[in-house]
């Protein structure tokens, strides 16, 4: 043997004792019945299978809020969903408007790019939501076949709250309208059939609080004509939805599922239908307002404003003096908190997507966020940051019933 096998560690040695509170922005933690589902295998055919996929199917037209016959999940990450959508909607030398208000809805307009689309960027200006009057001129001007936007863009923390307005305004326009809720599904309101949504794309190991690697994507009725009548073969075999639909409508062969990643998406849909969209909306509003509260109150200041904040994702400016990088060491180390820097903007986010929406993690992360603050030589008020929390806790009304 030439290449001999290399000593390495355990996972027991490399990993902390303690397991990292994940309050970053994804992946996220899972729910234990998520975990143990996600140590299953069984034959990726078969009946077991067909129940499984059957109630995935059921459950996520609930959780996407649609009818749709035509739920495919993809081996991949929130970025293969992506792909998926893109690849099978986006036809060569199609008009496609891509509302860009950063980093993912930017990778978006690269994948139309990528498979040909005729790519117009409406670029919003930093930390603003899309407003429909700039999303009407740009429809008239460019006449899309296709338009994609994200509904919270994770990496700014910007919220395109005018989305049911927009897509209102995109199906007036005759035009096909992908979604990305990769960061929001399940946190927020989302409803695919009654805002006319033709693909709505999601990844696992964000507002689902799943595992990463496991997705799942939603076409409409007029999104799955397009697929149907095109006549060019896609190049992209794996994403290929009509080959997908034969796993999941045939219960035939397309590649061998990711059986586990599939059992654990089943239990966080379950999860999700148990506690009922309502309530689960109810508990990321509450625990992502409370959070937002506590941090004003150590007085630090949060980066999106008003209209335009995405809930699941909060962002927040790095205090004068202070670096982003030891910020996220520190906190790491000190205190076991994992949470996030951003693509180039300096500001520190913290996620509020499915677990991470408990009322013990938010005050664990306050204090250290604000311990950390404090140690790396800052001014952070934490009596106040807890008061302040806690307040918004005991003062939180209901938006959904
Ligand atoms: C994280 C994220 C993605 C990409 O998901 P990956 O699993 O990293 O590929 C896409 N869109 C949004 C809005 C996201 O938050």
Not at 53 to 61: D, F, L, N
Not at 143 to 167: D, F, H, K, M, Y
Not at 250 to 257: E, F, K, L, V, W
Not at 258 to 266: N, Q, R, T, Y
Request: charged content about 20%; aromatic content about 4%; overall charge negative.
């Amino acid at each position: 043997m030439r290449i001999s096998a290399p000593i390495v560690e355990s996972l027991d040695s490399i990993l902390p004792d303690e397991p990292l509170l994940m309050m970053g922005a994804g992946p996220v933690p899972i729910p234990a019945k998520v975990a143990a589902a996600n140590g299953i295998v069984i034959n990726h055919l078969g009946d077991t299978m067909s129940r499984i996929i059957e109630q995935v199917k059921a459950m996520s037209r609930y959780v996407f809020q649609t009818n749709s016959t035509h739920i495919l999940g993809v081996a991949g990450p929130g970025s293969a969903a992506m792909e998926m959508a893109i690849a099978n909607l986006v036809t060569s030398g199609d008009s496609v408007l891509s509302v860009t208000n950063g980093f993912f809805s930017g990778r978006l307009a690269e994948m139309a790019d990528r498979v040909g689309g005729n790519v117009h960027r409406l670029t919003i200006e930093e930390g603003q939501a899309a407003s429909p009057e700039k999303v009407k001129s740009a429809l008239n001007e460019h006449r899309p076949q296709v338009l994609t936007i994200v509904q919270g863009e994770t990496s700014n923390t910007v919220c395109n709250t005018a989305l049911p307005e927009i897509c209102r305004l995109a199906k007036e326009a005759g035009c096909l309208v992908i979604v990305d809720a990769v960061c929001t599904l399940s946190t927020m309101p989302l409803n695919m059939d009654e805002w006319g949504v033709d693909a709505v794309i999601t990844g696992g190991q964000k507002g689902l609080s799943c595992i990463p690697g496991v997705s799942l994507v939603a076409f409409s009725e007029a999104a799955w004509t397009k697929i149907e009548e095109r006549t060019d073969t896609l190049k992209h075999w794996c994403l290929d939805a009509k080959l997908a639909d034969k796993f999941w409508y045939q219960s035939s062969y397309h590649y061998t599922a990711p059986v586990s990643g599939i059992m654990a998406i089943h239990e966080a849909l379950r999860l999700v239908c148990d506690e009922t969209l309502e309530a689960r909306f109810n508990r990321h509003l509450k625990c992502s307002k409370a959070l937002q509260a506590g941090i004003e109150g150590l007085g630090l200041s949060l980066y999106t404003h008003g209209a335009s904040r995405l809930n699941s994702v909060v962002g927040i400016h790095v205090p004068k003096g202070l670096e982003q990088k030891a910020i996220l060491s520190h906190i790491s180390q000190q205190f076991k908190v994992e949470i996030s820097g951003s693509f180039g903007l300096d500001i520190i986010r913290i996620g509020q997507m499915g677990e991470q929406c408990r009322v013990h993690n938010i005050f664990r992360t306050i204090h250290a966020l604000g311990s950390t603050i404090q140690a790396l030589g800052g001014e952070a008020n934490l009596p106040q940051g807890v008061a302040m929390l806690e307040k918004a806790l005991q003062d939180f009304e209901p938006s959904f019933t």
